[in-house]
């Protein structure tokens, strides 16, 4: 009984420490060191209608994004009304606060966004692992200890998905719908470990 | 040469600021008495609006637009349509919100603030608004406009509005502008279009 036991314990002690990669993926040899995300990377500003859902709640608005140089953007939320509930200038190392409302004052929730604006902005990754897939080529990068896979359409030789994952799980993946090279016209970024889920759509006045 | 530059400075700053003229206090007694009696003869409004966003870092600013009705003693409803559909409602002290079909309701009466803000948007829309305790008002016209600036008092309101503006249409008692101006002096600008008064509103109207 007592060998059964910790057979178990083993079974379920290597299942948790199996190292996580997306399905499906055969791993190949690196050709470029670094991967780019084209999107963002024009002058003009982009602005998104904005849902965000956050344990239940709701919140929309509008989020405007603006590249300042290769490695900075100015991004901003308002609310449907127009007042401006977070102002940020998001640089390479740092997250420069210009104007945040009281309530969203919260440490975690301006690091959460923080981490989700880099994902979709930061333009420049350098690459650790590259795979290929029926239909794909996704890149691997690491930042501190986390894996970003990026999944590039063969077919449209473009970028549609983004997963963030920790050594063993998948923790927030970002879906994205190209308009083209440098504009998404829609993207969901929905997180796994924690109930947020922010979804980005073209602000079009019909 | 270095004079000179600062005399066009100063003579472009003065023209500038000599648009808006401050009212004289008989200016202003008139003001208030006529807007106070024409908004007393106002029942209904309903109107259309467009809505300006603007942030110092954008070249343009955000449009919006929708709808807006309002009907005597303090029943409002924003609907903006394009490009999404928001609702917000305000009627007997509560708020109802109808986010693209996700509804909510806030109990303006338990919330100081939403009081606050629900009292300026009625009082904004009516131009009932010149014996507010908690804004210092002041008053100033241009040739197409009388305009009233109200600042707020109390911190908990002055940590989201800097500035109100009120645009009147000469002869007329309901704005037809409003600016919002933030701390960060980013503002809203709401422009009213094709206004009617006192066309028949039906109450089923203020819901979510």
Same mark, same amino acid.
Request: hydrophobic share 35%; aromatic share 12%; proline share 2%.
């Given at each position: 009984?007592?060998?059964?036991?910790?057979?178990?314990?083993?079974?379920?002690?290597?299942?948790?420490?199996?190292?996580?990669?997306?399905? /499906?993926?055969?791993?190949?040899?690196?050709?470029?060191?670094?991967?780019?995300?084209?999107?963002?990377?024009?002058?003009?500003?982009?602005?998104?209608?904005?849902?965000?859902?956050?344990? /239940?709640?709701?919140?929309? /608005?509008?989020?405007?994004?603006?590249?300042? @140089? @290769?490695?900075?953007?100015?991004?901003?939320?308002?609310?449907?009304? /127009?007042?401006?509930? %977070?102002?940020?200038?998001?640089?390479?190392?740092?997250?420069?606060?210009?104007?945040?409302? @009281?309530? %969203?004052?919260?440490?975690?929730?301006?690091?959460?966004?923080?981490?989700?604006?880099?994902?979709?902005?930061?333009?420049?990754?350098?690459?650790?692992?590259?795979?290929?897939?029926?239909?794909?080529?996704?890149?691997?990068?690491?930042?501190?200890? =986390?894996?970003?896979?990026?999944?590039?359409?063969?077919?449209?030789?473009?970028?549609?998905?983004?997963?963030?994952?920790?050594?063993?799980? =998948?923790?927030?993946?970002?879906?994205?719908?190209?308009?083209?090279?440098?504009?998404?016209?829609?993207?969901?970024?929905?997180?796994?470990?924690?109930?947020?889920?922010?979804?980005?759509?073209?602000?079009?006045?019909? | 040469?270095?004079?000179?530059?600062?005399?066009?400075?100063?003579?472009?700053?003065?023209?500038?600021?000599?648009?808006?003229?401050?009212?004289?206090?008989?200016?202003?007694?008139?003001?208030?008495?006529?807007?106070?009696?024409?908004?007393?003869?106002?029942?209904?409004?309903?109107? #259309?609006?467009?809505?300006?966003?603007?942030? #110092?870092?954008?070249?343009?600013?955000?449009?919006? +637009?929708?709808?807006?009705?309002?009907?005597?003693?303090?029943?409002?409803?924003?609907?903006?349509?394009?490009?999404?559909?928001?609702?917000?409602?305000?009627?007997?002290?509560?708020?109802?919100? +109808?986010?693209?079909?996700?509804?909510?309701?806030?109990?303006?009466?338990? +919330?100081?603030?939403?009081?606050?803000?629900?009292?300026?948007? !009625?009082?904004?829309?009516?131009?009932?608004?010149?014996?507010?305790?908690?804004?210092?008002?002041?008053?100033?016209?241009?040739?197409?406009?009388?305009?009233?600036?109200?600042? &707020?008092?109390?911190?908990?309101?002055?940590?989201?509005?800097?500035?109100?503006?009120?645009?009147?249409? &000469? +002869?007329?008692? !309901?704005?037809?502008?409003?600016?919002?101006?933030? &701390?960060?002096?980013?503002?809203?600008?709401?422009?009213?279009?094709?206004? !009617? !008064?006192?066309?028949?509103?039906? #109450?089923?109207?203020?819901?979510?």
């Amino acid at each position: 009984m007592m060998r059964f036991f910790l057979i178990s314990l083993l079974f379920v002690g290597f299942s948790a420490c199996k190292t996580y990669y997306p399905a /499906g993926v055969i791993r190949t040899e690196i050709s470029d060191s670094t991967y780019q995300n084209t999107y963002f990377s024009g002058d003009s500003a982009y602005l998104y209608k904005t849902q965000v859902d956050v344990y /239940g709640n709701q919140l929309s /608005g509008v989020l405007v994004i603006k590249k300042i @140089d @290769d490695n900075t953007h100015r991004v901003a939320l308002t609310s449907a009304f /127009g007042n401006t509930l %977070l102002d940020v200038i998001i640089a390479e190392n740092e997250m420069k606060v210009k104007y945040v409302m @009281d309530d %969203l004052n919260r440490k975690f929730l301006l690091k959460t966004l923080e981490a989700d604006f880099r994902m979709i902005l930061t333009q420049h990754h350098l690459i650790q692992e590259k795979f290929v897939t029926g239909q794909d080529t996704v890149y691997k990068s690491k930042i501190k200890k =986390e894996f970003y896979y990026f999944f590039n359409s063969n077919k449209t030789n473009q970028l549609y998905q983004i997963s963030l994952a920790s050594k063993s799980k =998948e923790k927030v993946k970002v879906n994205i719908t190209p308009k083209s090279r440098t504009f998404a016209e829609n993207i969901v970024i929905q997180h796994y470990n924690i109930k947020l889920r922010i979804e980005l759509s073209e602000y079009r006045i019909e | 040469m270095k004079n000179i530059g600062l005399l066009i400075l100063l003579l472009l700053t003065q023209s500038l600021f000599a648009q808006d003229k401050k009212m004289t206090a008989s200016e202003i007694s008139h003001f208030k008495t006529t807007t106070e009696k024409g908004t007393k003869s106002i029942k209904t409004i309903k109107t #259309d609006f467009i809505q300006y966003k603007h942030l #110092d870092f954008l070249e343009k600013d955000i449009e919006s +637009n929708g709808k807006m009705i309002f009907k005597t003693p303090s029943s409002l409803n924003w609907k903006y349509i394009n490009p999404y559909q928001y609702s917000i409602t305000f009627k007997n002290n509560k708020i109802y919100i +109808n986010d693209q079909g996700n509804k909510s309701t806030v109990n303006a009466g338990n +919330n100081k603030m939403f009081e606050r803000i629900n009292k300026l948007i !009625v009082g904004t829309v009516s131009g009932n608004m010149f014996d507010d305790k908690e804004f210092v008002i002041e008053y100033y016209k241009n040739k197409d406009y009388n305009i009233a600036k109200l600042t &707020p008092k109390e911190s908990a309101l002055k940590k989201y509005i800097k500035h109100v503006y009120l645009y009147f249409p &000469p +002869n007329e008692s !309901v704005v037809s502008k409003v600016k919002l101006i933030e &701390p960060s002096d980013d503002y809203t600008l709401i422009i009213f279009k094709n206004k !009617v !008064v006192n066309v028949p509103i039906d #109450d089923a109207l203020f819901s979510n």
